[in-house]
Each structure stands twice: as C-alpha cells, then as structure tokens.
C-alpha cells in the first residue's frame, strides 16, 4: 500500500529535517519526505492512483516514538493490563515501540518468558514489543539471570525494575556481560535501606502529612555506584527514571568525565508536577523513585536540556483502580503514562526547554539507539512508524477515555494540547478525532 502524509511539518533529527513536507511510505516502509521545493518540480510527472492521501496540514509529523520503559503486566497482572491493551494505549499516545519491564508473574528471567512475550506481541500487539529481560532470577538479587540466552531470544536490555540490585559484586558481573553482549544494564536506583518504608519524597510536606519520606539520597548513593561500576566495567549503564537534582549532577559529571556509555531517562511526572500533588493523600501520584521537590523538577528540565538525560520514557505503570483506592500506605507506586507522555513532554517545547527536534531526539531516536534498534527515524527504507500531532487544539485529560486498563494518573482534568491524531504502527493506519 503507498500512503502520502502531506503538508504537514516533518520533525526528523535523524536526518536534520525540520520543515513542511510530505512523508511517501511504500509497503510499510519510508519511502520518501518531499521538500516543498523538490515536490513543485516532480509533481506534474506523479500518479497518485492507489496511493491514500493524508492531509496534515498544521499539524507535526514525527517518527513514531519509543519509550524505554513500560510496564506491560502479562504475563500474570492481565487484570492491571495485557500486551494487546497496553500496545494499544501506546499507539494511542502515538509510541509505536515499548520496550516491557520484567516483573511479570513470573519474572521474565528466563527465555521461556522472553519467547511468550514475542509471540503475544506477534499475535495480539498493536505495536512493536522489544522485551527487558531480568538482571537476577526471580528479581530477587540472590543469582544472574541467563542473560546470553535471554539475549538470544531477544531481549534488549536487562533491569530489574521495581527494585535495585543491592549487591555491588552482582551488579558489577551483570555489567561485565553487558559489555560483552552490547546490551545496556537498565538501573533502578534505589538504596533499600535508606528508602525502607517511605511512601513519598522526604521533606517538610511529608511530616505534615504524616506519612514516610525518601530522601533524593536514597537515589543518588545508587547511581554514584553505578557510574563507578560502569567505570570499572565497562559496561553499558542506563539509568532509569531519574528524579533528583543530586542524580542529574552525577551524571552530568561522568558524563564530562567522558563516560558516553552512561545514559539517563527521566519521565514527564518528574517534570511536570512535585510532591504537592501527593496533597490530599492522592495515591495516583504514590510513583517510585517519588514526586520530588521544584528544585529537584527545575533541576531535571535542566538536565534535557544540556543533555545530561537523553531520554523520556513513561514507566508506564499501570495499577487496579482498587488497588490505588485504600489507604496511601499500601497502595502500589506507578503512573499510567502512555496516554499523557507526548502531551506533557510537548510542553517542553512551549517553555523553550527543548525544540520539537530536540523532543524527538529524546523520544524516539536517542531511545532507538540505546537500545540498538532501527526506529525512531523517518529516513528512507525505515519501517513507517509515524504520528501525526495536532498541537493546534486542547483537550482535557480523562482516565475514563484511557485505551489502558490503568487509569490511575495524577493528570486527570488537566488541559494539554499536543493530541496524536494518527499513528502509523505495524502497517496500520490508527485515526482519532
Ligand atoms: O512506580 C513504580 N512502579 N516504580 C517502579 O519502579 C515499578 C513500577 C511498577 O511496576 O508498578
């Protein structure tokens, strides 16, 4: 099938394109982007038989994104969400490739897991499915996973997500075959002991609430060891949501140090709202690493800004509304974002943190990259993942409309105005009004 996308403005830093275009895609690859000036003169010798014709014009059209960081919760939570449901929550938010974290029941530790996620993706996926397998079995900590086998069955990066990997030796032979394999080790930095019991950011609103704080300390010991890990290994570390000013720093420094294989995500709740949104013992913003002060949200801007974070994943991480419906104390940490994350990244854009190209950078290509895929790009023999943005029109944001079974945001009732109107995914065409 051939499909133009046209006169809307193509956003590619892959290939330096920021300008009106049209997008050719040919049998579900990128065929071409058209200037307006090369199209003028190739025009009169086109035939547009068979070929569907998009019109964007006002609106972006971006290659589709990628997000690092994605709770799928299959197998063993369906009742959270599924394969089909969040690949389908993600196209919505215009990422047309997730990567899915392994704490599933069981543990995606083994290639067994890794194989079952693949076919389900196959099968039932709206979008592609690139698997995280775990660094130790069962996330426990105790024993390296089979990482060499799991790599072969396709996993791209190995984390154990949700939880650190306490023990420095473990993490340093994790690392050593992440050199080896070329794979990045995804770091949950948390000190467990410092963060024991804490439910929410430590600071003066925690004692006024009552409830447990974690100090940004809890983060920033974890990371340091990790960049010092990388260090003496060699390997490949990214480190996952960051949320502390002190986490930005560090990186900053190893990264003036020369360390380019340190990467950093963030994700748009760490720059988008504080700890106050905790306000009234509101569970839906209970997240872990937690919602931070405004020095550390400022301090995170800062860090896409110069560089120092070359990635905004979601950590989607969808939860059972009953689930976040008890008391903050035991409810469980985590954000539905795949539905808010262009919306809330794109205001960025608006106060000057980043441009749209350098959005794209962190959403699609830089994402692609660490994990060594071709996506991310709208350059020519690329698969046609794209989306196509409306920024012209705002929209209230309603967990009722979410295509995810996770309804569970702190965004409910805020005003965006970046809504993806169409996703190309898998060679099919998704329309929204
Ligand atoms: O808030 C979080 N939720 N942070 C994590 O690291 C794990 C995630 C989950 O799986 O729910």
Redesign the pocket.
């Known amino acids: 099938m051939k499909v133009v996308i046209k006169n809307g403005r193509v956003i590619d830093p892959s290939q330096g394109i920021d300008g009106v275009c049209d997008l050719a895609i040919e049998d579900g690859k990128i065929k071409e982007v058209k200037s307006e000036k090369s199209r003028g003169k190739s025009q009169k010798h086109e035939n547009n038989r068979g070929t569907k014709e998009i019109d964007a014009s006002g609106k972006l059209v971006l290659p589709g994104l990628v997000d690092l960081h994605v709770?799928l919760r299959e197998p063993g939570y369906e009742y959270k969400e599924t394969i089909r449901t969040g690949t389908t929550a993600a196209v919505r938010g215009g990422i047309t490739s997730v990567c899915c974290?392994p704490?599933t029941n069981p543990v995606n530790d083994n290639s067994s897991v890794t194989e079952f996620i693949l076919k389900k993706a196959a099968s039932e996926g709206a979008c592609r499915v690139f698997p995280i397998g775990a660094i130790t079995k069962g996330q426990k900590g105790e024993e390296l996973a089979e990482m060499s086998i799991m790599y072969e069955a396709g996993c791209v990066a190995f984390s154990d997500?949700?939880r650190p990997v306490m023990d420095s030796l473990m993490m340093r032979r994790a690392m050593e075959y992440s050199r080896i394999l070329k794979v990045p080790l995804i770091s949950?930095c948390e000190d467990l002991a410092l963060s024991a019991g804490g439910v929410m950011h430590e600071g003066l609103l925690s004692v006024t609430l009552g409830l447990k704080g974690i100090p940004p300390q809890a983060e920033e010991v974890m990371v340091a060891r990790d960049i010092a890990l990388a260090e003496l290994t060699g390997g490949r570390l990214h480190i996952?949501?960051v949320s502390t000013e002190g986490s930005v720093a560090l990186i900053r420094s190893a990264k003036k140090r020369g360390m380019a294989d340190v990467t950093a995500e963030t994700c748009p709740h760490y720059f988008s709202i504080t700890e106050e949104a905790v306000g009234n013992y509101d569970a839906n913003a209970k997240?872990?690493p937690p919602l931070r002060s405004r020095k550390d949200a400022e301090a995170i801007k800062q860090g896409l800004h110069d560089g120092t974070i070359d990635v905004i994943a979601t950590?989607h991480?969808p939860?059972h509304r009953d689930e976040k419906l008890g008391e903050f104390d035991f409810a469980?940490?985590?954000?539905s974002g795949l539905e808010t994350s262009l919306g809330l990244s794109m205001r960025l854009v608006d106060e000057g943190v980043l441009t749209y190209s350098g959005l794209v950078e962190k959403m699609a290509l830089k994402p692609s990259g660490i994990i060594g895929i071709d996506r991310g790009t709208l350059r020519p023999g690329a698969e046609a993942d794209v989306v196509v943005v409306d920024c012209s029109r705002e929209y209230r944001v309603d967990a009722g409309e979410f295509l995810s079974k996770g309804k569970n945001t702190p965004f409910g009732g805020w005003t965006l105005s970046a809504k993806p109107v169409l996703t190309i995914s898998l060679g099919r065409i998704h329309e929204w009004e």
Do not use: F, L, R
């Not at 469980?332 to 954000?335: E, F, L």
């Open positions: 709770h974290m704490n997500d949700g949950h996952a949501h997240v872990n950590d991480a939860h469980p940490s985590g954000i």
